[in-house]
C-alpha cells in the first residue's frame, strides 16, 4: 500500500463516517467525551473533500419526513431526542448524539425498536410504522454510501486475537462483581438539565444550572430537570446499590431524587466533594428488571453534578478508580504479528444499555514501531461506523505511546456476556 493510495482511502471513504457517525465532533482537540458537533459549520473545516452537508441532506429526504410527519407534537422541542425539530440540523444531530440510528443494522435502531417493540406513540400500525422507519434509516445510509469509495479490503490488515468476552474481562477486575454503568453523555435529558462537556481530567456530567439562585424542589415538581439513564440487564436484580460519580460543591447544590423504573425517586444527599468528581451511594436499595431499565434522576437543588450512575446487586462493593467503577483495560499482545514485544492497549466502559465507550488507545513497544488505520472488530466484524481510529497514522518511538486522544463509541451486539473485541491494522512494523 502506497502512501499516496493510504491517504486517498482515507480522505475518500474513511473521513465522512468517521465524522458524521461517532461522537467525534473535535478528535484532534479535545482529550474528554466528544459530542456531536451541533454547529455545521464546525463539521465542515477538516473534512477535506467529502461534503459535511450529505448526511444531513439525505437524512431530510428520509428519516426527517417521517418524524417531522409522526413525532412533532412531543419530539419537536421539548422531549429529547429532538428528531422532529424544526432546525433539520439540530433533529439530525439529536438522533446521532445520543446514538438512535444503528446504521449497520437498521433494525436494532432505537427509532425502530421504540415503534416495533414498545408500540411508541405509532401513527397507524406499529409494525407498518417500524417498517417505514427501518427503510427510512437503509435509504439515508444507502445515500451516504453512494458518496464514499470502497474502503481497504480486509484481507490487507493485522488481526489481534479477540479479547475474551466484555463480561469474563470485566469479572478480572471486578472479582465477579456484577455492575452496570451509565454515563451522562448519553442519559435522556428534559431541561433545564443540560450536559457539560468533560474538562481536562474531570467527566461530562448533568446538571441543572445554578445560575447564582438556590432552590430546593418537592419529588414531583413538573419544572425540575430530569436525567434519565438507561441499563439493561441479563436477570432481575433485587435490593442492589445505586452510586452516582457526583461533582458537589457546596451544601446548597448537594441533592437529586432518584429512581429506578416505577419505583418512586427517592431524596439523595452528597457530601461535599470540593471539586472533585467522587461516587457517593444513592439512598436506598434499588432493583433491576430483566431488559431495559430506567434510572431516573431528578432536579432537587440546582448546581449538583453528575458525570455517571453505577449499580451492583453487591451491597459491599466500593466503586474505586479504575476497574471497579466501570472501566477495564483491554490488552493485546502483537507479537504474532511480526512485532515481538510490543502490545496494545485500549480502555472500555459500559457507555449505556446500547453502546461501549473506548479510549485512551495505547502502544506499548520496545523499538520504533509504525502503526496505521486501525479498525475495532466487534465479534470478528468491522463496521464502517466504528472508524475513528483509521484515523492513526503514527510512528511509535521506544517506550510507546498514546494513539489517538478520541473516544469512540461502540454499538453493542449480543450485550456483555457475548461482545469480543478485536483489532485489526492496516500498518504495523517496526521501523
Ligand atoms: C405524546 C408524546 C410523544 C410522541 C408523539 C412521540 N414520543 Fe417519543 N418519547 C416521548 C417521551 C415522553 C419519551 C421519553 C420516555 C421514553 O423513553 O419513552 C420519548 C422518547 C423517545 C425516544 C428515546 C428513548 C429511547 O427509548 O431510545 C425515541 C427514540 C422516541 N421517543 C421516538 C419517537 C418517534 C419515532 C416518534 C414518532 C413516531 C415519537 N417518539 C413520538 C413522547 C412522545
Given at each position: 500500500m502506497t502512501p499516496g493510495f493510504f491517504k486517498w482511502s482515507l480522505v475518500t471513504s474513511l473521513l465522512l463516517v468517521a465524522f458524521?457517525?461517532?461522537?467525534?465532533?473535535k478528535p484532534f482537540a479535545?482529550?474528554?467525551?466528544?459530542?456531536?458537533?451541533?454547529?455545521a459549520s464546525g463539521l465542515a473545516?477538516?473534512?477535506?473533500?467529502?461534503?459535511?452537508q450529505s448526511s444531513l441532506e439525505a437524512f431530510e429526504r428520509t428519516v426527517y419526513q417521517v418524524t417531522r410527519q409522526?413525532?412533532?407534537?412531543?419530539?419537536?422541542?421539548?422531549?429529547?431526542?429532538?428528531?422532529?425539530?424544526?432546525d433539520s440540523q439540530v433533529a439530525h444531530n439529536a438522533l446521532l448524539n445520543q446514538y438512535k440510528i444503528n446504521f449497520t443494522n437498521p433494525a436494532q435502531s432505537r427509532m425502530v425498536k421504540k415503534l416495533r417493540?414498545?408500540?411508541?406513540?405509532?401513527?397507524?400500525n406499529c409494525e407498518n410504522d417500524a417498517q417505514e422507519m427501518q427503510d427510512a434509516i437503509v435509504e439515508w445510509k444507502e445515500m451516504i454510501e453512494a458518496e464514499q469509495a470502497p474502503p481497504v479490503p480486509a484481507q490487507n490488515f493485522k488481526t489481534t486475537a479477540q479479547s475474551r468476552t466484555i463480561l469474563a474481562e470485566r469479572d478480572l477486575v471486578t472479582a465477579g462483581t456484577v455492575i452496570h454503568t451509565a454515563m451522562a453523555g448519553n442519559a435522556t435529558l428534559t431541561a433545564p438539565m443540560v450536559l457539560r462537556p468533560a474538562v481536562g481530567m474531570n467527566p461530562a456530567y448533568v446538571e441543572a444550572p445554578n445560575n447564582g439562585v438556590d432552590n430546593n424542589l418537592g419529588a414531583?415538581?413538573?419544572?425540575a430537570g430530569i436525567a434519565r439513564f438507561t441499563i439493561s440487564s441479563p436477570a432481575a436484580r433485587t435490593n442492589g446499590a445505586l452510586w452516582g460519580l457526583v461533582n458537589i460543591g457546596s451544601t446548597s447544590d448537594d441533592s437529586f431524587y432518584a429512581g429506578i423504573n416505577a419505583a418512586a425517586v427517592q431524596s439523595w444527599t452528597s457530601p461535599v466533594t470540593n471539586g472533585l468528581f467522587r461516587w457517593m451511594r444513592m439512598t436506598g436499595n434499588h432493583n433491576l428488571a430483566v431488559g431495559m431499565n430506567t434510572v431516573t434522576v431528578r432536579e432537587r437543588k440546582n448546581g449538583a453534578q453528575l458525570a455517571k450512575i453505577l449499580y451492583t446487586p453487591d451491597q459491599n462493593f466500593i466503586p474505586g478508580g479504575e476497574g471497579t467503577a466501570g472501566t477495564i483495560t483491554l490488552r493485546y499482545p502483537l507479537d504474532a504479528l511480526g512485532v515481538a514485544g510490543a502490545s496494545l492497549e485500549v480502555k472500555l466502559e459500559d457507555y449505556d444499555a446500547f453502546s461501549y465507550r473506548l479510549s485512551a488507545l495505547r502502544i506499548n513497544t520496545t523499538r520504533n514501531l509504525y502503526v496505521a488505520n486501525i479498525r475495532v472488530l466487534l465479534n470478528g466484524q468491522y463496521n464502517p461506523q466504528h472508524s475513528n481510529y483509521t484515523l492513526v497514522d503514527q510512528m511509535v518511538p521506544a517506550g510507546g505511546a498514546p494513539l489517538s486522544p478520541a473516544n469512540m463509541i461502540v454499538l453493542k451486539e449480543g450485550g456483555e456476556a457475548t461482545d469480543k473485541i478485536s483489532f485489526a491494522f492496516e500498518i504495523l512494523e517496526f521501523r
Open positions: 458524521l457517525f461517532t461522537q467525534c465532533g479535545d482529550k474528554g467525551d466528544l459530542i456531536y458537533s451541533t454547529d473545516s477538516p473534512m477535506g473533500g467529502v461534503n459535511p409522526n413525532c412533532t407534537s412531543c419530539h419537536r422541542s421539548s422531549q429529547q431526542p429532538i428528531h422532529a425539530n424544526d417493540d414498545e408500540g411508541h406513540n405509532c401513527w397507524s414531583a415538581d413538573p419544572a
